[in-house]
């Protein structure tokens, strides 16, 4: 009923000013158009790409989707209240550029790896956290517009992750901490399980929870949700820290996995591929709409096409090129069912 | 209403009002004037020689350029995340362009950056995509063109050609990209207020629903911001290769938050509708005032400032213009109402 009514609010838009999509595109895109997406860069790397379907490509593979994930959850959970959070990558940048300076101190007792090592894991992670939290801050106290409001880090914290590690990459070896990105219990990648774990909890959260209903409420109605009293203010600052509590635990992997602070090549477009698979997986990017497995699949496709693309020697150019053709075209798509 | 009105009076007094409104309307240049005198006082005949004021100019001259197309772009409610990554490429095209003279190099700098507008705001105007999002995937499209372009290096400029002079000339005293930069401005301030594009780009930003019922060309004259602001970029890029002899596809990181910066800080409204290209002029100004003096600082060894914390207070300046910006906006609506 409240979807019928939404519909005949909005006015109606002149023809001439919006380019229609042909149908079958529209068709598909309303349909299973992520899901045949992926069947398709599958089957193309399946004949074309060797080795595609062993089982250590398979683990690269979602080693390198876990991150995209993560941080897509949180992106997920914030453009479902109709907020954006463009400082995602900066965050994961201060994240690794923390950890090593915490577990290679020489200070008091986090000298002793029984502690340094949580607290690195620990610390980075609550700071990002709290940065999350100033954003949600921003937004909600100030009314500053969430673009703007995250920009703020997205810059700033880039320029507070280069402080931390002097502007240069910094090489650690600490097999303990590089576990987090190297680990294999059981064969699985840490990351797959940690990503596999934070799915589950955010779908279940999404569909069981009152939490997940005053997400797509505040995103759907804002006015309306807060008159239903929906605390809108806790809830936008609650998705804002979350996001950056993940972005946060995603840094600490991208560094363990490369056993360096790179504050550069840290989580740079991050913010981008979070907010495409969030788009490409079904999430309405104007708020009040959410799926988290959809992040998952828009993720896997985003990661195939970048994989896809570089195992056939395409440059690193022309696969930026490519990935923005895709991402404007997902949202594209998902645009024309918002309508 | 007027019951209402009425009974406000009293809670907000004439002086305070108007202490608010020159705040927001003039805060920028107070705080410029404010900040030279400061300079002046502190580091005397060094910060006043010309050698530094007419540096401070034109080291800020590609800042300026991207400033005011983002200007336009920000009245029209939109936003342009791309400027930086045009930035690059077009310095890089300008670069391999060199050894064709000054002109083709600029037009080609220029002709590059104007594509990647349009494309941006066919995107924006005709598929109705957020401008953020469409910009920011052009950031990535033109990072990874410019990477191409270079064979993920630096290009030198061809120093055989007169490529370099864009830089080093001075007309009279005044170097030639200061006097661009103004010309630029000149002719940005009449389309804003002398033109019908100038209006309707205030009116897309004021009620983008009232401009469409109203008749307005929304699509054309947001298309044309977007250009703008790309080809802007674009003269910004060929500034930057001749200044440093070299197109680097990693330059110009972060600028677009610069010219946002350098946007909010002279008072145009981010929610679009209403601003002037003048106040973005000093929003540069000031900025590049406060990096100089802290420049100036450091040479004076105060403190020890490496370039990754400029980062940090550029974020931090916008930080606290928006916030400023949202509390003066809030107070001065809420005494109209």
């Given amino acids: 009923m409240a979807n019928v009514g939404q519909t005949e609010a909005r006015p109606a838009r002149p023809a001439a000013d919006r380019v229609v999509l042909p149908r079958w595109l529209r068709a598909a895109g309303q349909t299973h158009g992520a899901v045949i997406a992926l069947l398709l860069l599958v089957l193309f790397n399946a004949i074309f790409t060797t080795n595609y379907l062993a089982w250590s490509t398979l683990r690269v593979n979602l080693d390198q989707v876990a991150t995209i994930v993560i941080v897509g959850i949180g992106m997920t959970l914030v453009i479902a209240t109709g907020g954006i959070d463009l400082s995602v990558g900066a965050l994961m940048a ?56 995250t920009l703020v880090l997205y810059l700033g914290g880039r320029g507070i992750a280069k402080a931390l590690s002097d502007g240069i990459l910094l090489d650690f070896n600490n097999p303990s901490f590089e576990y987090l990105g190297k680990g294999r219990p059981l064969g699985i990648p840490v990351q797959v399980i940690l990503m596999a774990i934070l799915l589950l909890i955010a779908a279940w959260m999404m569909r069981s929870t009152v939490f997940g209903r005053y997400i797509l409420a505040t995103g759907g109605n804002e006015p309306a949700a807060r008159l239903a009293g929906v605390p809108v203010s806790r809830v936008k600052l609650a998705v804002y820290a979350i996001s950056g509590l993940l972005a946060g635990l995603a840094g600490l992997i991208w560094a363990a996995r490369i056993s360096a602070a790179d504050p550069y090549r840290a989580g740079e477009f991050m913010e981008l591929d979070a907010i495409a698979a969030a788009a490409v997986g079904g999430t309405a990017l104007t708020g009040g709409r959410a799926t988290i497995i959809g992040t998952l699949l828009g993720a896997v496709i985003i990661q195939q096409v970048r994989f896809t693309l570089i195992s056939h020697n395409v440059s690193d150019g022309t696969t930026r090129i490519v990935i923005a053709a895709a991402i404007i075209l997902a949202v594209l798509i998902q645009r024309q069912r918002e309508q | 209403m007027t019951a209402r009105t009425a009974s406000q009076e009293p809670t907000t007094s004439g002086w305070q009002q108007w202490a608010a409104g020159l705040l927001r309307q003039q805060g920028a240049l107070i705080a410029l004037i404010a900040i030279f005198l400061f300079g002046v006082w502190r580091y ?58 000054l002109w083709v190099a600029v037009a080609g700098a220029i002709g590059l950056g104007l594509g990647v507008g349009l494309i941006n705001g066919a995107l924006i105007a005709r598929f109705r995509i957020q401008p953020f999002i469409v910009t920011l995937a052009t950031l990535l499209a033109a990072r990874g063109g410019a990477l191409n372009l270079s064979n993920n290096a630096s290009v030198s400029i061809d120093f055989n050609s007169n490529f370099k ?23 940005g301030s009449i389309a804003l207020n002398l033109t019908r594009f100038g209006r309707h780009v205030l009116a897309i930003g004021g009620n983008e629903e009232a401009a469409r019922l109203a008749g307005l060309p929304i699509a054309r004259t947001l298309v044309a911001v977007y250009a703008l602001s790309g080809a802007l970029a674009g003269l910004s890029g060929a500034l930057l290769a001749a200044q440093g002899n070299t ?18 800080v002279g008072g145009t409204l981010l929610t679009g509708g209403r601003g002037s290209v003048w106040t973005t002029l000093v929003g540069v100004l000031l900025l590049g005032l406060i990096f100089n003096e802290l420049n100036f600082e450091r040479g004076k060894g105060t403190f020890e400032l490496t370039q990754y914390w400029e980062e940090v207070i550029r974020g931090a300046f916008l930080l606290l213009v928006v916030i400023l910006q949202s509390r003066l906006t809030r107070r001065a609506s809420a005494s109209t109402t």
Wanted: glycine share 12%; net charge negative.
């Fill in chain 2, 165 to 187: 002079d864009l830089w080093r000339t001075n007309v009279g005293e005044v170097p030639l990209p200061v006097v661009i930069t103004a010309f630029a401005f000149l002719l």
């Fill in chain 2, 247 to 264: 197109g680097s596809p990693i330059a110009g990181i972060g600028w677009e938050l610069t010219a946002i910066a350098a946007v909010v």
């Fill in chain 1, 94 to 149: 201060i994240a690794g550029s923390l950890a090593p300076l915490i577990f290679d101190s020489d200070w008091g007792p986090l000298d002793r790896p029984w502690v340094g090592i949580p607290l690195a894991i620990v610390l980075p992670i609550l700071l990002t956290g709290f940065l999350g939290l100033f954003n949600g801050f921003l937004v909600t106290y100030f009314r500053i517009q969430p673009i703007i409001a």
């Fill in chain 2, 44 to 101: 005397g005949e060094n910060f006043t020689s010309e050698f530094n004021l007419w540096t401070l100019l034109r080291n800020n001259t590609y800042f300026g350029l991207i400033a005011l197309g983002m200007t336009f772009v920000i009245m029209t409610g939109g936003i342009d995340l791309s400027v930086g990554a045009v930035v690059a490429l077009t310095a890089v095209a300008a670069a391999r362009l060199s050894g064709e003279g």
